[in-house]
């Protein structure tokens, strides 16, 4: 069974930063792509970053610059380090593979105040 476990959220001001983390445990991780997805409330969930097998990244306009994914294949993590926070980025954080291979896990989230 696969757990996709979220932490690393919090209540943050302007301009602040956040580093979140997901474990996958019970996947074969290293075959996929994997991605940050948020949802702020009344929106769809959104991509926000994502990164390939071979470490590549790719960043939605409105995070570029300011938000760096990485992944540890040895440890089955997923990494978001947020910069320079701003009120529209708070939302509900979550990870999945590129295709939404698994159960979304609860997320966590993220309150950005002015």
């Known amino acids: 069974q696969v757990q996709l476990v979220e932490s690393g959220g919090g209540s943050v001001q302007f301009g602040e930063s956040l580093r979140l983390s997901c474990q996958a445990s019970g996947s074969i991780f290293t075959v996929y792509d994997w991605g940050w997805y948020r949802q702020a409330p009344g929106k769809q969930r959104e991509l926000v970053a994502s990164?390939?097998?071979?470490?590549?990244?790719t960043y939605a306009g409105s995070v570029k610059g300011r938000f760096t994914i990485s992944r540890d294949n040895a440890k089955n993590t997923v990494d978001l380090q947020m910069s320079s926070l701003r009120p529209e980025d708070t939302a509900l954080y979550y990870c999945?593979?590129?295709?939404?291979?698994?159960?979304w896990g609860h997320g966590t989230q993220v309150t950005v105040s002015s």
């Open positions: 999945n593979t590129d295709h939404v291979s698994y159960p």
């Open positions: 990164i390939t097998r071979g470490g590549s990244t």
